[in-house]
Nanobody, 126 residues
Framework: QVQLVESGGGSVQAGGSLRLSCAAS????????MAWFRQAPGKEREGVAA???????RYADSLEGRFTISQDTEKNLLYLQMNSLKPTDTAMYYC????????????????????WGQGTQVTVSS
């Protein structure tokens, strides 16, 4: 069983930056995949960015290059650097993981991941 703990959320003004972190409790095998999802009030949870341990990444088209996902597989850590934040980025952000090498086309699908964190809130004010 993998436990995921997110941190780094908070309140920031539009144009600011935040860096989210996700710590995984279990050994992260060489075929795993991890991702960040977010859910705003009244909306469905959506995939933001994903990365596999082989380095393949995928981002939501709506991000316009503002976010960067990265990982430290030795320390079982996942990061999301968020720049040029907008009020529309306000949401609960969740870390997700799966022990398999998820296909690129499925990296931002909620159903691709078996393990989820509790979330960290990001609030962007105008």
């Amino acid at each position: 069983q993998v436990q995921l703990v997110e941190s780094g959320g908070g309140s920031v003004q539009a144009g600011g930056s935040l860096r989210l972190s996700c710590a995984a409790s279990a050994y992260y095998n060489s075929r795993g995949s991890m991702a960040w999802f977010r859910q705003a009030p009244g909306k469905e949870r959506e995939g933001v960015a994903a990365i596999r341990t082989d380095g393949i990444t995928r981002y939501a088209d709506s991000l316009e290059g503002r976010f960067t996902i990265s990982q430290d597989t030795e320390k079982n850590l996942l990061y999301l650097q968020m720049n040029s934040l907008k009020p529309t980025d306000t949401a609960m952000y969740y870390c997700a993981a799966d022990a398999t090498k998820v296909r690129w086309l499925e990296l931002l699908r909620r159903s691709s991941y078996n393990y989820w964190g509790q979330g960290t809130q990001v609030t962007v004010s105008s």
